[in-house]
């Protein structure tokens, strides 16, 4: 027993265990400036506050044990990580402690929670009023008659996955998933669809040709597919 004892005290002096250290960033709210906010988290102050209190209800841990994030905390930690594209194990150390699992949870768990709303911030325009409001702010802005949202796409640059890695791959030879996004006359995203690079032609094309092959609309699928080979 006395032996095991000795052994143990031996080893813990030559391997001692690190202690935890519980450190906080410096509250970016009081110490920043608007600039600044903007350029770290590409918020604003009231941009970052509506964001909080936006999802609060789903991300604020029920108890502060064991150093729980707070929702704002959380949100700041996930933001500057999409803001900077740096790693996840840099961003904990800008924060403090946080280990990379920890920031990898977090962005997660804030990132599930924003998809979770956005049906109730991205709404293509649905009624005639609502078209034709459009259609007069893109005629004010750019001289566009009959214009209803501008579109554009980009390709996010992503790790190769481990499955189904060649179905990523886009033109210039990098994995990615393709984003479509279309706006408005005030910049507002009404439109927001993302995709893999392989499925985009088949989705398409399914999607249509389904409801027009059971019409017996041959000549309409013919021309669909005409469109996909030659545009």
């Known amino acids: 027993m006395a032996a095991r004892s000795l052994y ?26 608007e600039r600044e906010l903007r350029s ?16 609060a209800d ?11 994030l707070s929702a704002e905390e959380q949100v700041l930690i996930t933001l500057r990580f999409l803001a ?5 194990e840099v961003i904990g150390d800008t924060f403090g402690s946080y280990d990379k699992s920890t920031v990898s949870r977090v962005v997660r768990r804030v990132t599930q929670a924003l998809a979770a709303k956005v049906n109730d911030f991205i709404k293509f325009p649905a009624t005639r009023a609502e078209r034709d409001e459009i259609k007069q702010g893109m005629f004010k802005v750019g001289g566009f008659p009959c214009t209803i949202g501008c579109i554009d796409g980009t390709h996010v640059r992503i790790k190769s996955p481990s499955q189904n890695e060649s179905d990523y791959v ?29 499925q985009i032609i088949l989705a398409l094309w399914l999607v249509p040709t389904y409801d027009l092959l059971k019409d017996g609309r041959i000549e309409d699928v013919i021309n669909i597919l005409v469109w996909f080979l030659y545009y």
């Open 40 to 55: 770290r988290y590409r918020f604003g102050r009231e941009g970052l506050e509506f964001i909080v209190d936006l999802l």
């Open 170 to 198: 886009n033109r210039k030879g990098f994995h990615s998933i393709n984003v479509q996004a279309i706006c408005n006359h005030e910049g507002k995203t009404t439109s927001l669809i993302f995709y893999i690079i392989s």
């Open 8 to 33: 143990l005290r031996m080893n813990h002096l030559a391997n001692p265990r690190k202690e935890r250290v519980y450190r906080r960033e410096i509250d970016p709210f009081e110490c920043y400036s």
């Open 84 to 88: 900077s594209g740096s790693f996840l």
């Open 58 to 68: 789903e991300i604020s841990p029920s108890t502060r044990r064991s150093h729980s």
